[in-house]
C-alpha cells in the first residue's frame, strides 16, 4: 500500500522547467529581438494572405482555399511556440505547469498533423490542375475542397489526442527539466521514469501514418507533375509549372526532413541541440516562408495586393 501511495505521488509532477533556446546570457537579447521580428513578420504575412483571399473574389479558387488554410494554421503555429520561446530568451529558464506543458503539446501536435495532411492535399490540387485541367473543376469542387480541409483537421486533433493521452499518463519522477523551447515530444519521453514502450509505439504509428503517408501522396503528386511538365510541348509552360512545383518542393522538403526525423523515430533523441534546431526550422522558418514561396511570388496574389494598396 505504501509503496503505491509513493509511486503515485512520484508520478505527479507539477511543473516542469524549460531551458528556452540558449542559456547564454550574452547573446539571449540579440536572439529575443531576432525572433520576436519573426514572430511579428509571420502574422503580418499570413494575416495579410488570409485577407487577399476572403476580400478578392478572384481568388476564391481551391489553391488559394488551401492556401488560406495553411496561413490559418500557421499563425495558430507560430503562437503554440513563439511565445514559449520568446519568454525563454527574455527570462532564462522558466517554469511551466504539467497542464499547461501538456496543453501546449496537444495543440503543437494537432497543428503538426494538420499542415502535413494540408501540404498533401495541397500537392494534390495542383496535380489535378496540372495532370487533369478539364477534370479539375469537378475533382477539386467545393465539396471536396472542404472534406479534405476537415479531414486534415480532424486527422490532426484524433492523432494528437491518442499521443497527448500516451504521454500525460506517463510517470514522471525527477529531474524535471525540459531541453527545449516548448513542451515537445521527445525531452518529455526522456524524463519518463517509467516504460515508454507502447508511448514510442503509439508515437511511431502515427508518424508513419501521417508524416510517411501524406509524404508519399506529396512526392506521387509531384512526381506525376513532373513528368507532365516535361511532356508540355511550350517551354514557357513547362518553366511556369516547374518554377511553381520547385518553390512548393523546397517547401514540402524542409519541413517534412526536419519532422520526419524527430519523428519518425521510435526511440527517444538523446542529442537535444540538434533537436532544437530542428524544431526552430519547421516551427520558426517554415511558418514564416511559406506565405512568400506559396503566395507573394504569385502574379494573381500580387494583382489583388497591389488593387489593394491602389498601386498602379
Known sequence: MDKSLELANMSRVQQFVLLGLSTRPDIRDVLFAIFLTLYLLTLLENTLILYLICSHSEL?????????????????????????????????????????CMTQLFFFIVLIGTECTLLASMAYDRYV???????YLLLMRPQVCLSLALSSWLGGLLVSVAKTTCIATLSYCGPNVLNQFFCDV??????????????????????????CGTLLV??????????????????????????????????VGIFYS????????????????????????????????????????????????????HWP
Open 60 to 100: 476564391h479558387k481551391p489553391m488559394y482555399f488551401f492556401l488560406g488554410n495553411l496561413s490559418c494554421l500557421e499563425m495558430c503555429y507560430v503562437s503554440v511556440t513563439m511565445p514559449s520561446l520568446l519568454v525563454g530568451l527574455w527570462t532564462g529558464p522558466y517554469n511551466i505547469s504539467f497542464t499547461a
Open 129 to 135: 490542375a496540372i495532370c487533369r485541367p478539364l477534370h
Open 186 to 211: 521527445s525531452p518529455l519521453l526522456n524524463l519518463s521514469c517509467t516504460h515508454v514502450a507502447l508511448t514510442e509505439l503509439v508515437d511511431f504509428i502515427s508518424a508513419i501514418v501521417i508524416f
Open 218 to 251: 506529396a512526392l506521387a503528386s509531384y512526381s506525376a507533375i513532373g513528368v507532365a511538365v516535361l511532356r508540355m510541348p511550350s517551354a514557357a509552360a513547362r518553366r511556369k509549372a516547374f518554377s511553381t512545383c520547385a518553390s512548393h518542393l523546397v517547401v
Open 258 to 309: 526536419a519532422a520526419l526525423f524527430i519523428y519518425c523515430r521510435p526511440s527517444r533523441i538523446k542529442s537535444m541541440d540538434l533537436n532544437k534546431v530542428l524544431s526552430v526550422i519547421y516551427a520558426v522558418v517554415t511558418p514564416m516562408c511559406n506565405p512568400i514561396i506559396y503566395c507573394l511570388r504569385n502574379k494573381e496574389v500580387h494583382a489583388a495586393l497591389r488593387k489593394t494598396l
